[in-house]
């Protein structure tokens, strides 16, 4: 993999260009006549290192395509000041802390506490941020440029899927287990929203991330005879609920928000009945397959024994994000944090090579889409059956 820890760059106060300028182009915090830096508050030690390290590998594609480009708008190289949170609210705050002054914009913060936490900084800023995370307190920060569909819309468009493809039905049971919090409780929201509207029936069952064994409630679920599984929780327990699933004979349908899924899991002895029954929702290609070819032969060159996992993949559409914001900025002669918010407002149509579903930046909610995907034995473990899926019922969510 590349150098996860490694930092592309570190501007100092000394470099800041605050409140200047340089041919026409107002400058802001963290840039200097030749360099931007931004920010990245992650997960390279705690529980969800499994996905910041990934992810930054695959921002680091596109901030290492952005300067062998000749930069932002052929000007500014871009640097990252990365920061280790662990997934701890404290340090994370600590992190921003240290890092405000120097930095134009976040990019990759990860995870829905540390985002919630850091709201109130980011709106007192004025800063930018492409959050690592899906829940819909994001939409307190005007200038959080959100990555995709909330976990609601993705589990609404997964059920909308089942539903279109006769895999179930109006007046069916949906067994849902959901983590505690805004990810999994978001999820419910999505399933029950279309529940209201197709009459389904929901039985919820919630669970701590350290809530490993689903075994009573998959056998409860298998007791009331659902027609279909959700789950809102992490690879953990989607290992169990699965397996037990395949040890009650509970053969249905098995509709998954992203966190529940891994590609580790199609190499266990749940794997065929992923392959089999199983279906995730999310926002982003599952390989660099069909986008950006540079970027796949970046990674190739760089890992040329892995394959690129969903959340390399992820990581590099949060960078191509944040270079469309800055090239629109640049544009518009105005890069200062100001200019970059107004900048994301006006990107009501962007696109990412495919990267993620297409995107509306201006304001709420980024996307009713989601690409609904199968496990399958392809590169990233997923194959894309419906590519930016919009549910007829998804467009009523609020």
Known sequence: MLASLAVTGCATKSDNADNGSVDGIQLGPGMSESTLTLGVITDLSGPFAVQGMPALDGLKLVTD?????????GRFAVDLDVQDSGSDVQKATQAYDSMEEDVLALVQTLGA????????????????????AWGRSLLDWEGNAVPGGFYDTDMANGLSYLLQEDLIEDGDTVGHIYFTGEY????????????????????????????????????????????????????????SAVSVAVAEDLDVPIVMNNPAFAPGLLDSPIGEALRTNGHVANSF???????SDDLAAAWSQANPD????STVVAGAGMGEIIRQVLEKA?????????????????????????????LDLSGGDTTRSSNILRPADVPGGLEIVASSYTGPITEGLE
């Open 65 to 73: 395509q952005i300067n062998e480009d000749g930069g932002i708008c």
């Open 113 to 132: 506490p540390v985002n919630t936490a850091l709201i109130p900084r980011f709106t007192q800023d004025q800063i930018v941020n492409v959050p690592m």
């Open 184 to 239: 999994g409780e978001n999820g419910l929201a999505g399933a029950e929203h279309v529940a209201d509207e197709r009459n389904l029936n929901i039985t919820g069952a919630e669970v701590s991330p350290t809530d490993v064994d689903m075994t009573a409630l998959v056998q409860r679920f298998a007791d009331e005879g659902v027609d279909a599984i959700a789950l809102s929780v992490g690879p953990n327990q989607t290992a």
């Open 285 to 291: 290609s599952p390989s660099f397959t069909g986008t």
């Open 306 to 309: 892995d394959e690129p996992t």
């Open 330 to 358: 640049c544009a518009d002669g105005d890069m200062t944090r100001e200019g970059l918010l107004a900048a994301k407002a006006s990107l009501d149509e962007l696109t990412t090579l495919g990267l993620v579903v297409p």
